[in-house]
């Protein structure tokens, strides 16, 4: 999703706003610009196509913009192809926005978001006379403020105010005003944003790693709430115009964890974050301190997770081990399609709506979909502080710290660990767990991050079969269930980061229909871990075999060499309610190692947001 930065206070803003889009590349775009002012004087507007390097090589670092007051942007297409014209800051202006140099408006602003209603505001403004040179919502958007901020001749908070009653859709707009020198305001609606402050200045992100070496007291803006922000304070309006007081946040993130910390890439660090990760997460558990006390454990009747990709996958990893170890029906939705679902609840139902970011967009309409239904919510995040965390009725942090890598690998397995936990205290809480077995669970997840190490020390075979994945055009993740769940996320770690197609699939279903892709040389990987299904599962991947398949398989520990398969990797035995915790390591290191023999983007894949914040 796009980024956002803005800065005004006592220094050169045009360094420090390109420092802070940096810290957001991880968010995937594909233009950047941004806007300086030097006291008085008009804005200065530079603008480029493509990566961020561009911009830097364009203002020399910074040293050609003069001023203390500026916002930066960097775009995620949504309306408009990637181009210098539709690159943010849009100004108010009648100018051609050409994205160098001063423009002579009245508002300049940058935006995360879709205004669903951009066309018909657009409309609107034509017949007042506005022109247009982009093809984007937010240049709709910052025209409407400066409409009305004309019209009426009103001050910057009540031309917003004005405009986000008009406005259709999401947003985390910041803007300048030409007659309001050295200030900044802004407004939000579902797309994140945050402030920072210190003694004598102020900063703008849409995620905390672009201010978090200038700050760690942040606000977080809330929903049809504006701000303006100067040097010296930050004051928060309501839709009525009236002040209000938002808590302060101090960020407990270390830079450092927000840096590679020495590895090539953001993911690979995040791989080898996950023992420390679930170590962390599993000592900082305890239902009984978020709420979920065992009354209201015991008064669970049915289960709906809902997510979307990974956090999806975590889902139906869950809804195995919930049934299983609680005997409480779970099912497992989307929440792309879970927002447009008439689902006939019944009374006792728990919401679990996971999510690492916790501002995706379907999810966060999952989860008011469910508060609308008045059933109770439970979030599983990462991020603090984020709408999903602050809406839910019950909140579990998954304590894995920034995850950068646009794929999701360490809080993925927070995640997990989260809903394993979960189960077990569920189905204890309702006296289907005895207190020995509930201590055998707890010991053998403590085991897990040694176990984990072990996969990461054991990785050269991993790198070995990456260079022969590298040639593939597509391949196939077979298992059936809690293997199949780790299917779905291996499959997708390796679609979205080395750009080969490849399909998960519950193992005994490729029989019908799918088998028929499978010719020579196809690569076929069982996940193998389930004791119970394993011969099943076998039998299928020989089926692949004979038409061809190289048969690539995960076993745990004591499984014995299975004769066709190909390629075996072997991870650590453990109780099959945390396999999936082990199983997925070395696909996660598959699709890294595979991705970087293609020489592709790992961190930033082409196409992709860390969060998707639209629908
Ligand atoms: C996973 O590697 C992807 N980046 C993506 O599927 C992600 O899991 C999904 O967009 C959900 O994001 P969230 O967990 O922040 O809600």
């Known amino acids: 999703m796009c980024g956002i930065v803005g800065y005004t206070g006592r220094e050169q803003a045009a360094g420090i706003l390109l420092d802070g889009l940096r810290k957001l590349e991880y968010r995937g775009y594909d233009s950047a ?75 300049v602003g940058v935006h995360n978001g879709i205004i669903e209603n951009y066309m018909e505001l657009k409309e609107k403004l034509l017949t007042h006379g506005y022109m247009f040179y982009s093809e984007t919502d937010t240049e709709v958007l910052v025209k ?54 210190t003694e004598d200045a102020s900063f703008l992100a849409s995620d905390v790693p672009a201010i978090l070496n200038y700050t760690r007291d942040v606000y977080y803006i ?84 809902t997510g979307c990709g990974s956090a999806w996958h975590v889902g139906m990893a869950a809804q195995y081990v919930i049934e299983d170890l ?91 660990i989260c809903m394993d936990l979960f189960a077990i205290q569920l189905g204890y809480v309702k006296g289907l767990i005895s207190q020995e077995k509930y201590d055998f669970y707890i010991k053998e997840a403590s085991l897990l991050p040694d176990k ?55 193992a005994g279903e490729l029989k019908h229909g799918t088998i028929s892709l499978i010719e020579e040389g196809t690569v076929v990987l069982g996940v193998m871990t389930e004791k119970s299904v394993l011969e099943k599962t076998y039998s299928n991947m020989v089926e692949c075999k004979a038409r061809g398949a190289y048969l690539v398989s995960i076993v745990s520990g004591n499984t014995g060499k299975l004769k066709e398969i190909d390629f075996n990797i072997c991870i650590p035995d453990c109780d099959a309610v945390f396999t999936p915790s082990l199983a997925i390591v070395p696909l996660q290191l598959l699709s890294y190692y595979t991705s970087i023999n293609r020489g592709l983007d790992v961190d930033k894949p082409r196409n992709l947001a860390k969060s998707v914040t639209v629908e």
Request: charged letters at 20%; one cysteine or more.
């Open 452 to 506: 984990i190490q072990m996969i990461l020390d054991d990785k050269q075979k991993l790198q070995w079969l990456s260079t022969k994945l590298a040639a593939q055009k597509s391949m196939f993740f077979i298992g059936r269930s809690l293997d199949y769940s780790i299917c779905l996320e291996g499959s997708l770690k390796m679609k979205e980061i080395s750009y080969i197609h490849s399909e998960a699939y519950a």
């Open 222 to 305: 809330q929903n049809h709430q504006s701000a303006r922000i100067t040097p010296d304070s930050v004051t928060f309006f309501d839709l009525n115009g009236d002040k209000v007081v938002l808590p302060e946040t101090h960020i407990e993130w270390d830079a450092l964890s927000a840096e590679k910390d020495g590895y090539e890439h953001f993911m690979l660090k995040e791989i080898h974050e996950q023992p420390k990760v679930v170590s962390n997460t599993l000592k900082a558990l305890d239902f009984q301190s978020i709420g979920l006390t065992d009354t209201v454990l015991k008064g669970i009747r049915q289960i709906c997770i």
């Open 144 to 197: 409407l403020v400066d409409y009305y901020y004309r019209k009426y001749k009103i001050g910057p908070i009540d031309a917003i105010n004005r405009t986000m009653v008009r406005a259709r859709g999401s947003y985390a707009l910041t803007l300048m005003f030409t007659d309001y020198p050295g200030e900044i305001y802004a407004a939000r609606k579902d797309s994140p944003l945050i402030i920072g402050r």
């Open 33 to 107: 610009g941004i806007a300086v002012r030097n006291g008085a004087e008009q804005a200065q507007v530079v603008k480029t196509l493509g990566k961020l390097d561009s911009l830097i090589s364009l203002t020399d670092g910074g040293k050609t913009l003069m001023g203390k007051c500026g916002i930066g942007h960097t775009r995620w297409a949504t309306h408009g192809v990637p181009s210098v014209a539709n690159a943010h800051p849009h100004v108010s202006g009648n100018c051609r926005n050409t994205g160098n140099g001063p423009v002579e408006s009245a508002v």
């Open 326 to 416: 609680a005997s409480v029906p779970v099912r497992v939705e989307l929440a792309s399609e879970f927002r447009y679902r008439s689902i006939p609840f019944s009374e006792g139902t728990l919401v679990i709506v996971i999510s690492q970011s916790g501002e995706t967009a379907d999810s966060l309409a999952a989860l008011r979909k469910a508060k609308e239904c008045g059933l109770m919510v439970l979030a599983v995040v990462n991020v603090m502080g984020s709408s999903i965390a602050r809406e839910a009725d019950f909140v579990l942090h998954t304590v894995a710290g920034p995850e950068i890598s646009v794929a999701t690998t360490k809080a993925f397995s927070a995640q997990l």
